[in-house]
């Protein structure tokens, strides 16, 4: 690990620490990454992206880029916050780019026709906690692992590949032979489905 430099913040320097532990494959610190820096960086792709779902999907898409490229971020380069940055911008840009470039059939397939699609999407904007710091803060690993087994099959084999394969939304849905939409879904719902279960592991365990 490169030492920062004197002259950073501490909060740069906590970042940066954060993101050498994440490098090491720390689920934990990944969810801390999380918890300090979505909110930053959901304002940088909505600036870019207005389109809030649009958004919410490509916040998605940068935590598993940073996932998989921390080992790559180099202190003597950038400030933490700065690389972070550039990757939601570049992704936010990306998002516009498929946009123009995907017939419209495709980019409304994600929506179901479930009025409980809006509630998803508006669950991830909360302040509350969501469900990568809920990972960090489930106290034992069977809670995690009896949650996962809760879910149907496509929604772990899904969440699999995008978050511990790194595989984007569309990559998963060409893997599985699926529809960008309906791999979306399964996410979305997955996730849901993963924090409630956590919630109440947490709760009772507190």
């Known amino acids: 690990m490169v030492t920062p430099p004197q002259d950073w913040t501490e909060r740069s320097r906590e970042l940066a620490a954060v993101l050498s532990r994440v490098a090491l494959g720390d689920r934990a610190a990944f969810a801390t990454l999380y918890q300090r820096t979505s909110s930053h ?3 940088v792709v909505l600036r870019i992206q207005k389109d809030r779902a649009q958004a ?12 998989r490229a921390a080992q790559g971020f180099d202190a003597t380069l950038s400030q933490p916050l700065t690389w972070l940055t550039s ?40 302040p509350d906690a969501g469900p990568l ?30 978050f511990y394969q790194g595989l ?23 996730l849901i489905s993963l924090k409630g279960c956590l919630e109440r592991a947490h709760g009772s365990a507190a």
């Open 56 to 67: 919410e999907d490509v916040l998605q898409e940068v935590y598993v880029n940073v996932w």
């Open 133 to 162: 710091d809920l990972l960090g803060q489930a106290a034992d690993a069977r809670a995690l692992q009896a949650c996962m087994k809760a879910l149907s099959g496509e929604q772990q084999q899904s969440l699999a590949l995008a």
């Open 41 to 43: 960086l959901l304002g």
């Open 87 to 126: 990757i939601a911008r570049n992704r936010a840009i990306d998002s516009l780019r498929r946009r123009q470039s995907e017939p419209q059939t495709v980019s409304t397939s994600a929506g179901l026709g479930d009025d409980d699609e809006h509630d998803m999407l508006q669950d991830f904007a909360s």
């Open 168 to 190: 984007s939304h569309a990559e998963v849905a060409d893997h599985l032979k699926q529809p960008l939409g309906t791999v979306k879904s399964w996410v979305r719902r997955a």
